[in-house]
């Protein structure tokens, strides 16, 4: 799976209260913890750099898990990373948009049917 990272500071995550007055240890990789309770968002639309991430995220449980195929994993990470890129460049040039658009119903389609295709996970080994 892609270590392509994107910030997106316009979601609704924030940071985790303190109480304690010594400083945070720094995990490694810079990962940050996510309020959320581990629930997954159901359909969330593919509105940002983060909800794009997330897909890519969901995609490697579900290839860990083995409920989709390298094949489709690979499908998706190649379309991943071409929405996000595409973000960049709609950045800098904006009348990008509709490309950025098309490629993201494109994800949305692809992500709706791996959903309804994916085996259910293998319980007890």
């Given at each position: 799976m892609s270590s392509r990272q994107h910030d997106d500071n316009?979601?609704?995550?924030?940071?985790?209260t303190r109480r304690s007055s010594t400083p945070p240890a720094r995990s490694p990789g810079g990962l940050r913890v996510i309020e959320g309770g581990g629930q997954r968002r159901q359909d969330e639309p593919l509105v940002s750099r983060d909800a794009?991430?997330?897909?890519?995220?969901?995609?490697?449980?579900?290839?860990?898990?083995?409920?989709?195929?390298?094949?489709?994993a690979a499908e998706i990470e190649r379309k991943v990373d071409r929405?996000?890129?595409?973000?960049?460049?709609?950045?800098?040039?904006?009348l990008l948009m509709p490309v950025l658009q098309r490629h993201l119903d494109e994800?949305?389609?692809l992500m709706r049917e791996?959903?309804?295709?994916?085996?259910?996970?293998?319980?007890?080994?």
């Open positions: 316009s979601t609704s995550e924030r940071p985790l794009v991430a997330r897909v890519l995220m969901e995609a490697g449980v579900d290839l860990l898990l083995r409920r989709i195929s390298t094949a489709r929405v996000l890129d595409l973000f960049d460049r709609v950045d800098a040039a904006p994800l949305e389609a791996t959903r309804q295709v994916r085996a259910p996970a293998r319980r007890g080994g």
